[in-house]
């Protein structure tokens, strides 16, 4: 069955990391469906960057002391990465849902451009199949050299349809947080 693709959340638990930041936000609203924000968004955001956001494999969790390592947003963890997959230019459209595995976390809803999906699905099928070029699964939005969000991805083929980018850490992107990314691909 091919539903829309969903990146699965990876969380600070899942990494062995805890944080107690997540119990410091407010809950957001409870929708009644999962559905596009209508309330606008009162923020400051970036010109659009779409080159600036990346898409790269995982290769380890690392510390970030390590010189190798890039920095992080998710609590205390910083990551080897491989080389760039593909990079925002490759999106055709980013919004801003309610939506994630409870329905009610900020997400970006993605779609990859008909001419970018062979490029990307060769990045995404890696991670799925933990090949050496992923062997975590994992693949990192990167923005601006710092990783926001580490879904693991569990499909092949996820760029053949529109995919979610959730935040990492428990509870996923905080509204503000979701409508920058968004913002940064050119949605």
């Known amino acids: 069955m091919r539903g829309a693709a969903v990146l699965a959340l990876v969380v600070a638990l ?6 107690d930041a997540a119990d410091d936000r407010a809950d957001p609203p ?3 469906t999962p559905s596009t924000t209508t309330e606008p ?6 010109e659009p960057d779409p080159a600036g956001i990346t898409f790269q494999p995982v290769l ?9 390592a890039t920095t992080s947003l998710i609590d205390g963890a910083c990551f080897t990465l491989g080389p760039v997959g593909f990079d925002g230019t490759a999106l055709t459209s980013a919004e801003v849902v309610q939506g994630g595995a409870a ?8 779609e990859v ?4 999906r062979d490029g990307a699905n060769a990045t995404f ?3 799925a199949t933990d090949a050496p070029e992923c062997p975590t699964g994992q693949i990192a939005v990167v ?3 710092v990783v926001v969000s580490v879904p693991q991805v569990e499909t092949e083929g996820l760029a053949d349809e529109a995919f979610l980018i959730s935040g990492s850490r428990l509870g996923g992107f905080e509204r503000a947080e979701a409508e920058e990314l968004a913002a940064q691909l050119g949605g």
């Open 14 to 19: 899942a990494l062995g990391a805890c944080s």
């Open 30 to 32: 409870t929708p009644t």
């Open 41 to 46: 968004y009162t923020g400051s955001l970036p």
């Open 60 to 68: 380890a969790t690392a510390p970030c002391d390590d010189a190798d």
């Open 103 to 110: 329905g009610t976390e900020w997400v970006v809803t993605v």
């Open 113 to 116: 451009a008909d001419a970018e």
């Open 125 to 127: 099928d890696a991670c």
């Open 143 to 145: 923005d601006d050299g």
